[in-house]
């Protein structure tokens, strides 16, 4: 069962860029798709984007303009990073596994334990 | 975006209760349909892909169903464990993948 770790500063100023990382336990990260979601208790839950198993990206329309996603798959990690964020960004931040090609491909089948970003000065 | 609609937000029952829970979408998701539990301070976990097909390890009591813009997650005898929130998500389009607001599944 592989395993997913967020990790990244946990506050962050107005104005300033947001960075999180995710750690795969096993070498999937070229196999799957990875997505980014975040949860807020107002707005529920948001996908962010994915990075596919090729290196290419997705990104959610509303966050387009400020979210880039990246992988080093030599370090089995994928990244976030999300500019110019303000207090609403404030969210706790999963990644999470796409699951395998099929009827559940957009789905995720595998989540990281999520890390708490707080925004504010 | 699609936008996904869930019916009630709140729900209180008893342990060995049959309960329904509704997902409606803005458009028709072509059963693109997923349901997940989560529980305070985790993860979602999935359950239900493709409307009705149930994730290996998942127990029987979960079913899901539905077609076009309407579906359903039904638990046939709640059990204690089953006491979470319930989301429901979309995946007929990736601009943007959306998720529904949550049925809370409280003790009555």
């Known amino acids: 069962q592989v395993q997913l770790h967020e990790s990244g500063p946990g506050l962050v100023k107005p104005s300033e860029t947001l960075a999180l990382t995710c750690s795969v336990s096993?070498?999937?990260?070229?196999?799957?798709?990875w997505s980014w979601i975040r949860q807020t208790p107002g707005q529920g839950l948001e996908w962010i984007g994915y990075v596919s198993s090729s290196g290419t990206t997705n990104y959610n329309p509303s966050l387009k303009s400020r979210v880039a996603l990246s992988r080093d798959t030599s370090k089995k990690q994928f990244s976030l990073r999300l500019t110019s964020v303000t207090a609403a960004d404030t969210a706790v931040y999963y990644c999470a596994r796409h699951s395998p090609g099929g009827t559940a491909a957009g789905t995720f089948d595998s989540w990281g334990l999520g890390t708490l970003v707080t925004v504010s000065s | 975006d699609i936008q996904m609609t869930q019916s009630p937000s709140t729900l209180s029952a008893s342990v060995g209760d049959r309960v329904t829970i509704t997902c409606r979408a803005s458009e028709s998701v072509a059963g693109w349909l997923a349901w997940y539990q989560q529980k305070p301070g985790k993860a979602p976990k999935l359950l239900i892909y493709?409307?009705?097909s149930l994730v290996a390890g998942v127990p029987s009591r979960f079913s899901g169903s539905g077609s076009g813009a309407e579906y359903t997650l039904t638990i046939s005898s709640l059990q204690p464990d089953d006491f979470a929130t319930y989301y429901c998500?979309?995946?007929?389009?990736?601009?943007?993948?959306?998720f529904g607001g949550g049925t809370k599944v409280e003790i009555k």
């Open positions: 096993d070498d999937s990260i070229s196999t799957y798709h």
């Open positions: 998500q979309q995946y007929h389009s990736y601009s943007p993948l959306t």
């Open positions: 493709k409307a009705s």
